[in-house]
Antibody, heavy 116, light 111 residues
């Protein structure tokens, strides 16, 4: 049974960066991409981008171009999402999910809180 | 910014059947498959339906999905109290170099 386990919650100041990890268990990490999605308090789901765990190529939503980086460490089957220049609008729960089409496994979510 | 439109809310009594619509366009639903997600309070989204009408293992057959043209729908038959939560549709969108889009979300209330 595949599983994605995310790192713990983060509290950041405006202007800082945050790096969230997503460790994969129970499947061949390089065989599937990882997508990142976020959900602001009381809001819907927002696609941030996805990357191929095999090639490392990443595709970002236009809203995040320039301040979002998705990477992976194949030796530990871990995906990373780094968001820079944080503002209060980035306060949200961040989820990783397996695959480009978000058709199966999701992580438990990581709360990122940004304050001024 | 959601590009798939869902009704904000729907409700029903236990045992009733409710449906949720999801309206898109030719660049998303019209040309790609649709997934449905259930998000219970305080939890991560869970895939309820994938590839328009496929249920993952463990999802009750009370949940069913369909797609026609640029719209899709989710039906919940035999509504139960534990079904209360938020439901989202999602689909790949081929515009803007490709990206995934979600629906606006529908709150299901069991009366």
């Amino acid at each position: 049974q595949a599983q994605l386990v995310q790192s713990g919650g983060e509290m950041k100041k405006s202007g800082a960066s945050v790096k969230v990890s997503c460790k994969a268990f129970g499947y061949t990490f390089s065989a599937h991409g990882i997508t990142w999605v976020r959900q602001a308090p009381g809001q819907g789901l927002e696609w941030m981008g996805w990357f191929s765990a095999y090639t490392g190529d990443a595709y970002y939503a236009q809203n995040f171009q320039g301040r979002l980086t998705m990477t992976r460490d194949t030796s530990t089957s871990t995906a990373y999402m780094e968001l820079r220049s944080l503002t209060s609008d980035d306060t949200a729960v961040y989820y990783c999910a397996r695959g480009q089409l978000l058709a199966d496994y999701w992580g438990q979510g990581t709360v990122v809180s940004v304050s001024s | 910014q959601s590009v798939l439109t869902q009704p904000p809310s729907t409700s029903g009594t236990p045992g009733q059947r409710v449906t949720i619509s999801c309206s898109g366009s030719t660049s998303n639903i019209g040309g790609n498959t649709v997934n449905w997600y259930q998000q219970l309070p305080g939890t991560a989204p869970k895939v309820l339906i994938y590839s328009n009408n496929q249920r993952p293992s463990g999802v009750p057959d009370r949940f069913s999905g369909s797609k026609s043209g640029t719209s899709a729908s989710l039906a919940i038959s035999g509504l139960q109290s534990e079904d209360e939560g938020d439901y989202y549709c999602g689909s790949w969108d081929d515009s803007l170099n490709g990206h995934y889009v979600f629906g606006t979300g529908t709150k299901v209330t069991v009366l």
